[in-house]
């Protein structure tokens, strides 16, 4: 089984709230993104995920984690999470499910991703700082419990 390379975006609101989005495929909310393709690089297949997901065309920034993740089933994956910043309201008025995956998005407060998503995704998502990159394992700071 080969490695799966997956890449998404991190946008915040002005109060740290996370941008989450509802796919009509999983019970679970997810950030803005999904794989990495034969040829792309994390960066694209990232603001490739967004366009397609959300109709936005935005250039991610930094790195934030990228995260060693084995699943029983799927086999290992690399994820990258880059740095999405803060929407304008234009944004946002401009926001719409091109791809068909998406029937909603909020943000979520820190404190309660965990109702949300899998607690994979928000460990991943609460070791996120703006301005640090971080490398985890199993959504873990690598050498932590």
């Not at 080969?2 to 495929?25: E, K, N, P, Q, W």
């Not at 290992?76 to 719409?96: R, S, V």
Request: overall charge negative; some cysteine.
């Amino acid at each position: 089984m080969s490695l799966l390379v997956a890449a998404g975006a991190l946008f915040r609101d002005a109060d740290g709230r996370i941008m989450m989005v509802r796919t009509h495929y999983k019970d679970e909310w997810e950030i803005p993104g999904g794989m990495v393709e034969e040829g792309e690089t994390p960066s694209e297949a990232c603001t490739r995920e967004v366009r397609e997901e959300l109709g936005l065309v935005v250039s991610p920034g930094q790195a934030l984690i990228i995260d060693w993740a084995p699943h029983p089933t799927e086999g290992d994956k690399l994820l990258f999470l880059f740095d999405g910043g803060i929407l304008t309201e234009a944004q946002h008025a401009a926001i719409e499910f091109t791809d068909g995956e998406i029937l909603e998005w909020a943000y979520i407060p820190v404190a309660h991703l965990a109702e949300y998503t899998v607690d994979r995704l928000a460990r991943r998502i609460r070791a996120a700082v703006p301005g640090e990159t971080r490398y985890l394992e199993n959504g873990r700071l690598a050498g932590s419990a």
